[in-house]
C-alpha cells in the first residue's frame, strides 16, 4: 500500500506489524488441511495527513463476505443491545422506514419488524442474508455503493434512518460506501454508525481486532473527514462498551447537520490528548503487544509443562489474529469451542485448532479456558460459570494477561 484510501497521501507511517496471517475467517475444513494456505502481510499504518489507521487492502470483501461465517445472532448481550438501539432509536426519530447496511442474520432488524416499520437489510454474505429472510427480515443481498445506494432510494424511497453497525471499518473503498450511505438517506435524516474507536484499541492493547477484514480503523477526528467526503457531517457521539470501546457517531446530510454536539468536542479533545491526532501516542503500541504476546506464551509453555490442560472459548476472527501472532498451535491450545454450528468440525486458519461445540468442556474438564471474544466477558463468564465446579479457571488475554 502507497497512498492513504481517504486522502491520497503517500505519507504513511508504520505502526504495527503482525507479520503475515491467511484471512481470519477462512476456517478449514478437514480436507482442506492438506492444502496450502495463503497469507497476506498484517501491518498497521498510519496517514501522516489525515491520520486514518489502516492496513493494506489485500483481499477484496468479495472474498470474505460472499460467504461468511459469522452470525450476529449468536451472540445474547448483541442481540440485546441491537434491541436497545432500535428502541431508543425508534422512540427519538420516529422513523417510517429503516435501512440497515450488513444487516448481517437480521439480529438489529427483526426489532425493527416487530414494530410493524418498514425496513430493508443490505447484506453482502447471501448465507447469512438467507436466515435474515427466513426470520421475516426483508433483505437485498448486495455490496453498498452510489449506484446499490441510489437503486435502492430509487425503488424503496429515501430512508429516515441508516444503520451500519460495524462495517465502516470492512470497506476498502470508504468513500464510495459513504457515498452510498448518502445515497440511501433522507436529505433530513440520520446516519448512525457503529464502530471500533481507535482510542481504546491502542490504549487497551486490543490489537487482535486488526484483520484482514478490518480496512481502517477509526478515531472521531478521522470518521469525520471520511464522512465528509460523501456529503455527510457529524453531529453526535456516543461511547460505547461493545467490542471492547466503540463509537456511535451520528450524521446527517449537511445542509441539516447544524453544529456538532458537546460531546463530539470532548472525545476529539480526549483523542488529542492520547496524541491520536498526531503519531506521538502510537509510540509504545508495538512494545506493549510485544509484551502482551510473551505474556500469554508463557503461560501457555508453564501450564503445558506442569501437564495442565488449556482450551478455547469462542473461534472469533479477532481470536485469529491472537493465535497466528503468537503461534499458539494445538500442542499448547487443545481445543476451542463455539456456539456457532457452521465451525463445528472446522479449524482456525494458520495455527489449525480444532473448532468443537460448547458441550465439549464440560465433557473433559480442562483446567483453564482461555477466552478469546474476550470483548463478550460479561455474557461469556456467565455461560461458563459451571467451570468452577471442578477447579477450572478462566483466562483473558486482553488488555493484559488475566487468570480468574
Given at each position: 500500500m502507497t497512498t492513504c484510501r481517504l486522502c491520497g497521501s503517500s505519507n504513511l507511517a508504520g505502526v504495527l506489524d503482525l507479520g503475515a496471517t491467511p484471512p481470519c475467517e477462512r476456517f478449514l475444513t478437514e480436507e482442506m488441511l492438506g492444502e496450502p494456505e495463503i497469507t497476506y502481510p498484517l501491518h498497521l499504518r498510519i496517514c501522516a495527513d489525515c491520520r486514518l489507521a489502516q492496513i493494506p487492502p489485500l483481499i477484496t470483501p468479495e472474498e470474505t463476505f460472499t460467504e461468511y461465517a459469522y452470525f450476529s445472532s449468536y451472540s445474547t448481550s448483541w442481540v440485546r443491545h441491537a434491541r436497545a438501539y432500535v428502541d431508543?432509536?425508534?422512540?427519538?426519530?420516529?422513523?417510517?422506514?429503516?435501512?440497515?447496511?450488513?444487516?448481517?442474520?437480521?439480529?438489529?432488524l427483526r426489532h425493527v419488524v416487530e414494530r410493524g416499520i418498514r425496513c430493508l437489510g443490505i447484506e453482502p454474505s447471501a448465507n447469512?442474508?438467507?436466515?435474515?429472510?427466513?426470520?421475516?427480515?426483508p433483505t437485498r443481498t448486495a455490496f453498498l455503493g452510489p449506484e446499490t445506494g441510489a437503486a435502492v432510494r430509487a425503488e424503496h424511497g429515501p430512508a429516515d434512518l441508516v444503520v451500519a453497525n460495524n462495517v465502516y471499518a470492512h470497506v476498502p473503498d470508504v468513500v464510495g460506501f459513504t457515498e452510498g450511505l448518502r445515497a440511501l438517506v433522507a436529505d433530513d435524516g440520520w446516519v448512525s454508525i457503529e464502530v471500533q474507536h481507535l482510542l481504546t484499541l491502542v490504549e487497551l492493547n486490543q490489537y487482535d481486532t486488526i484483520y484482514h477484514e478490518h480496512f481502517q480503523y477509526y478515531t472521531v477526528?478521522?470518521?469525520?473527514?471520511?464522512?465528509?467526503?460523501?456529503?455527510?457531517?457529524?453531529?453526535?457521539?456516543?461511547?460505547?462498551?461493545?467490542?471492547?470501546g466503540s463509537i456511535r457517531l451520528w450524521a446527517r446530510p449537511e445542509d441539516a447537520a447544524g453544529e456538532p454536539s458537546d460531546r463530539v468536542v470532548e472525545v476529539l479533545d480526549r483523542e488529542k490528548?492520547?496524541?491520536?491526532?498526531?503519531?506521538?501516542?502510537?509510540?509504545?503500541?508495538?512494545?506493549?503487544?510485544?509484551?502482551?504476546?510473551?505474556?500469554?506464551?508463557?503461560?501457555?509453555?508453564?501450564?503445558?509443562?506442569?501437564?495442565?490442560?488449556?482450551?478455547?472459548?469462542?473461534?472469533?476472527?479477532?481470536?485469529?489474529?491472537?493465535?497466528?501472532?503468537?503461534?499458539?498451535?494445538?500442542?499448547?491450545?487443545?481445543?476451542?469451542?463455539?456456539?456457532?454450528?457452521?465451525?463445528?468440525?472446522?479449524?482456525?486458519?494458520?495455527?489449525?485448532?480444532?473448532?468443537?461445540?460448547?458441550?465439549?468442556?464440560?465433557?473433559?474438564?480442562?483446567d483453564y479456558v482461555l477466552v478469546l471474544p474476550w470483548n463478550l466477558r460479561e455474557e461469556i463468564t456467565g455461560q461458563l460459570a459451571y467451570v468452577r465446579e471442578w477447579g477450572g479457571r478462566l483466562v483473558f488475554p486482553i488488555p493484559a494477561l488475566e487468570v480468574v
Open positions: 431508543d432509536a425508534v422512540e427519538r426519530l420516529r422513523p417510517s422506514f429503516v435501512v440497515e447496511v450488513a444487516s448481517n442474520d437480521g439480529y438489529l447469512v442474508g438467507r436466515a435474515a429472510k427466513e426470520a421475516g427480515v477526528a478521522s470518521a469525520r473527514r471520511a464522512l465528509a467526503t460523501g456529503g455527510l457531517a457529524l453531529v453526535d457521539v456516543e461511547l460505547l462498551p461493545t467490542h471492547g490528548a492520547a496524541g491520536l491526532h498526531d503519531m506521538s501516542g502510537y509510540v509504545e503500541f508495538a512494545d506493549r503487544v510485544a509484551t502482551l504476546r510473551r505474556d500469554l506464551l508463557r503461560f501457555l509453555v508453564d501450564a503445558a509443562a506442569k501437564g495442565r490442560t488449556v482450551v478455547g472459548y469462542g473461534a472469533p476472527g479477532k481470536g485469529n489474529t491472537l493465535l497466528n501472532h503468537c503461534g499458539i498451535r494445538p500442542d499448547l491450545l487443545r481445543y476451542t469451542v463455539d456456539r456457532n454450528p457452521y465451525k463445528h468440525g472446522r479449524y482456525t486458519p494458520g495455527v489449525r485448532i480444532p473448532i468443537l461445540p460448547p458441550e465439549r468442556i464440560a465433557l473433559d474438564r480442562p
